[in-house]
Each structure stands twice: as C-alpha cells, then as structure tokens.
C-alpha cells in the first residue's frame, strides 16, 4: 500500500475535471492506499471530504501563495500512514501498473522511482468501473511519445530518503531536477520505471502562473527556484538530472541495471559535470587562502 501526496490549484472548470481524474485513479490504482492533500485552494476541502483524502489545508507559501514543497515533502513523511510514499502533480492519472511497479521495490531498504510521462487532452471524467485502465490504455493513440526525461511529474520513494530541501515552490521549474540531484548525492539508487509505468499527464495552459513570462512557467518564482537549486548544488543544470539519471531500470519481468545509451551518457555528463564544478570550486578555495 502505498501514501500519496499532493497540492492542487483550485477547483474549477477543467482544472477540476484533470484533479478529480489524477486523485480517483490513485485510490484506484492501490485499494488501500491513502491520498494526502495539502492547500485549502477552492474545492480542496470539499473534493477531500467526498473522496476520503487526508486534509492538510495549512501549507506555508511564497509571497505570490504558491505552496512551498519542502514543508508538503516534511509533513508527508512524518504523516504518511504507509513506509512507501509518492508524491504525483495533481494532474497526473496513474493505472494500477503503477501501483504493482512500486510494490516489486518493497524489498530495497533504500529506493525512488521516476518515469517519462506522456500528456493528452483528458478533458471528461473517467468512469472509475473494473476494466477501466484497459479501456483507458486502448483509447490514446499507439504512436503516442512518452515526453522528456526532464519533465519529472512522480517521484515514489521509501520514507526517509528524501531528506530537508529548499524551500522551492510547486509547480516551477527545477525542483524536480535538484530532487534527483539531491538522492544521486545522497546514493539512493534511482529506478527508471518508464517501460512499465503509463502515467498520463492532462493537457492544460499555464494561466495560474504569477507574474509570469511568456506562455508557461517562466517568471520570478522560476528564478527563484533555479537559484535556490544552485545555491545547494554549485554548478547547478537541470538539464543533466532526469529520468534517464536513473542507475536502474524496471523492466516487466525483474530489475536491471540502467545501461541504455541514454542512461549511461546522462550519467557520464553528470559524472563530467560534478567532477568539473568540485575540481574549480577546490581551486577557488585556494586562491582565497594565498
């Protein structure tokens, strides 16, 4: 059984058909398991009560209200009812796949997953009735592509592993990069669950992004985010942590090392990289001290 965790924007219009699916499918992928949900955005109580999630309405914020995620990160740990934990974007449906992918860990006393997603327009609801993640599955087109490594939307993890972190806000860039940077530094052995996990990210505009600059994310709070993850980690780019970081892979049939040409080069540009910034932050040292 697994905890899940998330932070929602408010309720309303598509937004709240796209939350709804995301947190139905979770209770439908792992009977048993249990949704927290952090915010009092509008319709957060009232989606928790209907559903039975676990409701934390406080969550410090930035000076724009967006939540921050090392206190929703902190709180779900010392909260969580279940050892295993994941943390999803509220706009993310997971088949019970899913579910069974994360279970096979449960031996490892040290683990997080991540995978590719792939996003569509999911502008209805979902008939939540036995068969539906086949039906589902059948319904989005063959030839579709999972997105980039980058776009990190889950993160499965045992309790624990994931220690203190900046205080980053949800839902801006580069949190989710330094997160795998951060259990790459820590040496919690990270699982590509790609080829076996279908997580599915609903199409949506960027409208609820403050002050922001152009059509997405960009803005201060994206600035902020980058700067705090390169105050932590000198030499910072968010580009070289993804899933195909991943030293592992989670296949059908068992679990194997990561040794796909895309895993083995990002994890050598990470190694270049690292090795770079510790060598010339060694030497600004010593210039300091003649």
């Given amino acids: 059984m697994l905890t899940f965790f998330t932070a929602a924007k408010p309720f309303r219009g598509a937004t709240a058909v796209h939350q709804r699916n995301a947190l139905r499918s979770w209770l439908a992928a792992a009977p048993g398991s249990e949704v927290l949900l952090f915010g009092d955005e509008e319709g957060s109580a009232e989606t928790a009560a209907e559903l039975g999630l676990r409701h934390f309405p406080d969550v410090p914020r930035n000076a724009y209200g967006t939540p921050l995620l090392d206190a929703i990160f902190a709180t779900a740990q010392r909260e969580a009812r279940h050892p295993i934990l994941c943390y999803a974007n509220a706009d993310v449906v997971l088949l019970p796949a899913f579910a069974a992918a994360v279970q096979r860990l ?120 980058r700067a705090l993850a390169s105050a932590d980690i000198p030499g910072f780019r968010a580009g070289l942590y993804t899933t195909w970081s991943a030293g592992w892979l989670l296949l059908p049939n068992r679990i194997v090392p990561a040794l796909t040409w895309r895993h083995v080069a990002s994890r050598a540009r990470m190694t270049f990289w690292e090795t770079r910034e510790r060598i010339r932050s060694t030497l600004r040292r010593l210039r300091k001290r003649r």
């Fill in 106 to 225: 449960a031996g490892w006393p040290r683990f997080a997953v991540v995978g590719r997603r792939v996003t569509i327009a999911i502008d209805e609801p979902i008939d939540f009735v036995p068969g539906w993640d086949e039906r589902f599955q059948r319904a989005i087109p063959r030839i579709l592509r999972r997105g980039r490594g980058s776009a990190l939307d889950y993160f499965a993890f045992r309790r624990g592993v994931i220690g203190p972190m900046p205080p980053f806000v949800i839902g801006r860039p580069a949190w989710d990069n330094w997160l795998v940077a951060h259990l790459r530094r820590s040496g919690v052995p990270l699982v590509d669950a790609t080829p076996v996990v279908f997580a599915i990210h609903a199409r949506h505009g960027y409208g609820h992004v403050a002050a922001a600059r152009g059509g997405r994310w960009e803005g201060p709070e994206a600035d902020a985010n």
